[in-house]
Nanobody, 119 residues
């Protein structure tokens, strides 16, 4: 299974970006999907989570500004980021809990996409 993120880039403070993460491979079902981020010199932070039933949770620092969603038919998760701040600058990683053939369940990570917010 591969997770491929896209949509990162450079944006001015107050702007918006939409990240996508597409999963491919021998997937029976994708359960929870998450976005994490890691800024230089900081610990990895959970940004947002979405269950297979589309229940969502957000980190305190992004509540009201970021929205996570998913397209189950396309095995894709999105992160709409609005009102971006310089402190949102980080590498954003996609994570998914996946049901594979033969009853195996495993967790996968993407390689990350850089988001840089200029002030």
């Amino acid at each position: 299974v591969q997770l491929v993120e896209s949509g990162g880039g450079l944006v001015q403070a107050g702007g918006s970006l939409r990240l996508s993460c597409a999963a491919s491979g021998s997937i029976i079902r994708i359960n929870g999907m998450n976005w994490y981020r890691q800024a230089p010199g900081k610990q990895q932070e959970l940004v947002a989570s979405i269950t297979s039933g589309s229940s969502t949770k957000y980190g305190e620092s992004v509540k009201g500004r970021f929205t996570i969603s998913r397209d189950n038919a396309e095995n894709t998760v999105f992160l709409q980021m609005n009102s971006l701040k310089s402190e949102d600058t980080a590498v954003y990683y996609c994570n998914a809990n996946v049901d594979l053939p033969e009853g195996i369940r495993a967790e996968f990570w993407g390689l990350g996409t850089q988001v840089t917010v200029s002030s």
